[in-house]
């Protein structure tokens, strides 16, 4: 488990040769991969990778797991939980939008700053190939703005 200071980073799965990225987290966030609860040290099927120099705090599950039967702890693990429960119900949401261009608009309107993930890794996010989402920006580049 880590707490990301700054920087960009992405969990992604493998699916044979390929690698579909599954969340993008930037900054002032804890980040693990997905793990089972009590599965002990066995490794995940999440990766993680950073996407730019970052700064992190890396928190071992020991750790963790020996502060549990603090009080204080409970509630800080159980506010991180709303947290963790909120953004999955949110990707959620976003792959049951049939439309590539409705995928990249609502995930614009909940990751403010998507010039920073590599337009290969986005495209895999969004369940879309890279030339669908370049044409997707570049349609959107010449839209006329309402001001």
Do not use: C
Not at 32 to 60: F, M, T, V
Not at 87 to 110: D, H, Q, V
């Amino acid at each position: 488990m880590y707490f990301l200071i700054k920087g960009l980073v992405r969990g992604f799965v493998k699916d044979g040769q390929k690698d579909i990225s599954t969340w993008f987290v930037s900054g002032n966030e804890m980040i693990s991969a997905i793990r089972k609860p009590n599965q002990g040290l066995r490794p995940s099927y999440e990766y993680l990778q950073a996407l730019e120099d970052s700064e992190l705090i890396s928190i071992p599950y020991q750790n963790v797991d020996f502060l549990s039967h603090l009080e204080e702890t409970n509630i800080i693990r159980r506010k991180l939980l709303e947290i963790q429960h909120y953004a999955a119900a949110e990707r959620a949401i976003l792959a049951r939008i049939p439309s590539a261009m409705g995928r990249f608009l609502k995930f614009e309107s909940m990751q403010p700053n998507t010039n920073q993930i590599p337009l290969r890794y986005l495209a895999s996010y969004l369940g879309m190939r890279l030339e669908t989402l370049s044409r997707i920006r570049s349609k959107l580049l010449l839209m006329p703005t309402a001001s």
